[in-house]
């Protein structure tokens, strides 16, 4: 998700931080690593990781920039360090899911999908919104149920207890203005009409049309690129793409005429703000009359 968006842009140098396990890294990893030809991996995860990679170490140089998710630490490090090294323009923290329902949901496959994101981490964010008392009711009941059934229940149990709330609201007018309050990481809208609340939906990272289109298979391989904004960030940033990997520089030009067209108006506003050394590095190369 970091990588391949990099190597598109070309950048000539990716660097892998990812904490191993008993000292060793996942296997699958260093396979998709391999895939996207990095070369540079380091053992290293936590706060910790981004001061190595922002500042360099005796064994790693640092890079220009630090992108990707991590816990509520790895937010608070990478925002740190920010002005020393560039940072995406997001906040990338614990995981949100955000899911509209209506009396059509099937109430099991809401239960599954707040589960499957609160197994993430006890600090991930679920919400569910409906118009459908009832159907809120048998949701939770669905979860009591399934709780039992995964092997990180105690995390998910955790996540939904502290951060998990399920609302009801009287009007989708109402409801997409929560939604856009909360500007959720994930956004399912498992909705008949979901066509009609697209165009209003202002503030999301990624938007899950229907009942099929399911946050977990936005997670492995329905193209989107998974690392969103979180913490109502998607307010005002949006997932990485390739524009996470370009600058962009500014190049002017201008003629005697040119100059001498646009000069006068910048002399103006020069010495109304005081500036008067601005007016005259402008002044002097316009022709005289």
Same mark, same amino acid.
């Given at each position: 998700?970091?990588?391949?968006?990099?190597?598109?842009?070309?950048?000539?140098?990716?660097?892998?931080?990812?904490?191993?396990?008993?000292?060793?890294?996942?296997?699958?990893?260093?396979?998709?690593?391999?895939?996207?030809?990095?070369?540079?991996?380091?053992?290293?995860?936590?706060?910790?990781?981004?001061?190595?990679?922002?500042?360099?170490?005796?064994?790693?140089?640092?890079?220009?920039?630090?992108?990707?998710?991590?816990?509520?630490?790895?937010?608070?490090?990478?925002?740190?360090?920010?002005?020393?090294?560039?940072?995406?323009?997001?906040?990338?923290?614990?995981?949100?899911?955000?899911?509209?329902?209506?009396?059509?949901?099937?109430?099991?496959?809401?239960?599954?999908?707040?589960?499957?994101?609160?197994?993430?981490?006890?600090?991930?964010?679920?919400?569910? @919104? !409906?118009? #459908? *008392?009832?159907? +809120? =009711?048998? /949701?939770?009941?669905?979860?009591?149920?399934? $709780?039992?059934?995964?092997?990180?229940?105690?995390?998910?149990?955790?996540?939904?207890?502290?951060?998990?709330?399920?609302?009801? @609201? !009287?009007? #989708? *007018?109402?409801? +997409? =203005?929560? /939604?856009?309050?909360?500007?959720?990481?994930? $956004?399912?809208?498992?909705?008949?009409?979901?066509?009609?609340?697209?165009?209003?939906?202002?503030?999301?990272?990624?938007?899950?049309?229907?009942?099929?289109?399911?946050?977990?298979?936005?997670?492995?391989?329905?193209?989107?690129?998974?690392?969103?904004?979180?913490?109502?960030?998607?307010?005002?940033?949006?997932?990485?793409?390739?524009?996470?990997?370009?600058?962009?520089?500014?190049?002017?030009?201008?003629?005697?005429?040119?100059?001498?067209?646009?000069?006068?108006?910048?002399?103006?506003?020069?010495?109304?703000?005081?500036?008067?050394?601005?007016?005259?590095?402008?002044?002097?190369?316009?022709?005289?009359?």
């Amino acid at each position: 998700m970091n990588a391949i968006p990099a190597i598109v842009a070309g950048v000539k140098r990716i660097v892998m931080i990812n904490p191993g396990f008993k000292g060793k890294q996942n296997p699958a990893v260093l396979y998709a690593a391999r895939k996207c030809k990095i070369k540079e991996i380091y053992s290293i995860g936590g706060p910790s990781a981004i001061a190595a990679v922002a500042y360099g170490t005796k064994k790693i140089n640092k890079v220009n920039k630090i992108v990707g998710p991590g816990n509520a630490y790895v937010a608070a490090a990478k925002k740190e360090v920010f002005g020393d090294v560039g940072i995406e323009g997001m906040t990338a923290g614990p995981s949100e899911v955000t899911i509209v329902c209506d009396k059509f949901s099937n109430p099991e496959w809401v239960a599954s999908d707040l589960i499957g994101q609160a197994e993430h981490d006890n600090l991930a964010q679920c919400i569910l @919104i !409906s118009k #459908d *008392k009832s159907l +809120i =009711d048998k /949701v939770q009941n669905e979860i009591v149920k399934q $709780l039992k059934e995964i092997p990180r229940s105690s995390i998910a149990r955790q996540s939904l207890s502290s951060n998990g709330i399920l609302m009801h @609201i !009287s009007s #989708d *007018k109402k409801i +997409i =203005d929560v /939604v856009n309050k909360i500007a959720p990481e994930h $956004l399912e809208l498992n909705v008949k009409n979901y066509n009609s609340f697209v165009p209003k939906i202002k503030s999301s990272g990624s938007v899950c049309l229907g009942k099929y289109a399911v946050m977990a298979m936005t997670d492995y391989n329905v193209g989107s690129n998974h690392i969103l904004p979180t913490n109502g960030s998607a307010k005002y940033s949006s997932g990485v793409s390739v524009n996470e990997f370009y600058k962009r520089i500014s190049y002017i030009n201008l003629s005697k005429k040119g100059i001498e067209s646009l000069g006068p108006s910048v002399i103006t506003l020069a010495n109304y703000e005081g500036l008067a050394g601005h007016a005259q590095s402008v002044k002097k190369r316009i022709r005289r009359k």
